[in-house]
């Protein structure tokens, strides 16, 4: 199919872009198009007016800013997986990008319009959950920041507002000898997640500090797993000790079924996975 009949704006700086999202017009704006314009193909999408701020080269840095590493809207899947900052600072990152979508979506796919998008079976918002990411939002006159965990509200639905762009993702960089683990099963590799599981998580005389975990692909947003990571903190770890909370995280979670993996089954890879990240994190772990 063909998208229905839409104006197209290509404006040159970002206060620009912002007033056009005002407007009051059905605005949608366009990225790397990698979701929108398929969406819009199969009509699921029909804006009146498409704002492309793919001009907006303002937006486009990957940068080290003290104890942050700041993301602009316009930086590519492939620009981020490939920066040496991410690869120092963020190794999680450019691990995933190996189980996202394919090199074409990822050279022109951006990090921001991927959280936009929020589909329940992305990964990026399970790890932007665990590195606690705070999120700039701009519309015309302010700015705001919103926590990574306020950001997502269900499928396809984030707190940002049709006259607002993401403009920026804050990443704290982690502590020192904070270990990491991410495991993903899908159909094939570079689909939509049936389950990823991401953690990080230091050892303090050999128990676990400040246990992060979260789920993509089994609810209807990245979810965080608050009582796993209570029942994992101040513990050695040990085998038993995983597996116990694996299992009652497995029993906890409320899958969404889809038409290729249902939720016993969804259920079945917390359980099986959620021991092996944790084991990872710990063998990352300084
Ligand atoms: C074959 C294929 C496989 C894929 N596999 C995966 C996968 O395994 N995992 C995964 O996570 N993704 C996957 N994707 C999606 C990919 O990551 C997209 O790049 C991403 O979802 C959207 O980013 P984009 O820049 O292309 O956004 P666009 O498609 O341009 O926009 C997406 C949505 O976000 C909005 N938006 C974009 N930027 C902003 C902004 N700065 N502020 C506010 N709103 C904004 C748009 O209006 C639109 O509603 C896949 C895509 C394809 C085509």
Redesign the pocket.
């Given at each position: 199919m063909k998208p229905s009949a839409f104006q197209y704006e290509r404006p040159e700086d970002l206060q620009a872009a912002l007033a056009l999202l005002a407007s009051g017009e059905d605005t949608?704006?366009?990225?790397?198009?990698?979701?929108?314009?398929?969406m819009m193909n199969y009509r699921l999408?029909q804006p009146d007016v498409l704002v492309d701020?793919n001009r907006l080269s303002e937006l486009d840095y990957i940068k080290d800013d003290g104890d942050v590493i700041a993301i602009g809207?316009l930086a590519r899947?492939a620009a981020i997986k490939s920066s040496s900052l991410i690869q120092a600072h963020l190794p999680i990152i450019a691990e995933a990008y190996s189980?996202?979508?394919?090199a074409a979506?990822r050279n022109?796919?951006?990090l921001?319009?991927?959280l936009?998008?929020a589909?329940a079976?992305?990964?990026?918002p399970a790890i932007m959950q665990i590195l606690e990411a705070e999120m700039v939002v701009s519309k015309v006159g302010s700015n705001r920041t919103v926590a990574a965990r306020d950001f997502f509200v269900g499928v396809y639905e984030t707190t940002?507002e049709a006259d607002?762009?993401?403009?920026e993702v804050r990443l704290p960089k982690p502590g020192a000898g904070t270990g990491w683990g991410f495991e993903e099963v899908?159909m094939r590799r570079?689909?939509?997640?049936w389950c990823t599981v991401v953690a990080t998580l230091r050892l303090s005389d050999g128990r676990i500090a400040e246990p992060r975990i979260a789920l993509a692909g089994v609810e209807d947003c990245a979810t965080r797993l608050a009582a796993a990571e209570t029942a994992l903190k101040g513990q050695a770890p040990n085998a038993s000790l995983f597996d116990d909370v694996a299992e009652a995280a497995a029993k906890a979670t409320r899958p969404s079924a889809s038409a290729t993996s249902d939720a016993a089954y969804k259920r079945d890879l917390v359980r099986a996975l959620l021991p092996r990240v944790l084991n990872d994190a710990v063998a990352r772990s300084t």
């Open positions: 949608r704006i366009l990225a790397g198009g990698q979701s929108l314009v398929p999408a701020i809207a899947h189980w996202i979508a394919h979506v022109r796919g951006t921001c319009g991927n936009c998008h589909d079976a992305s990964e990026m940002i607002e762009i993401l403009t899908a570079g689909d939509y997640a």
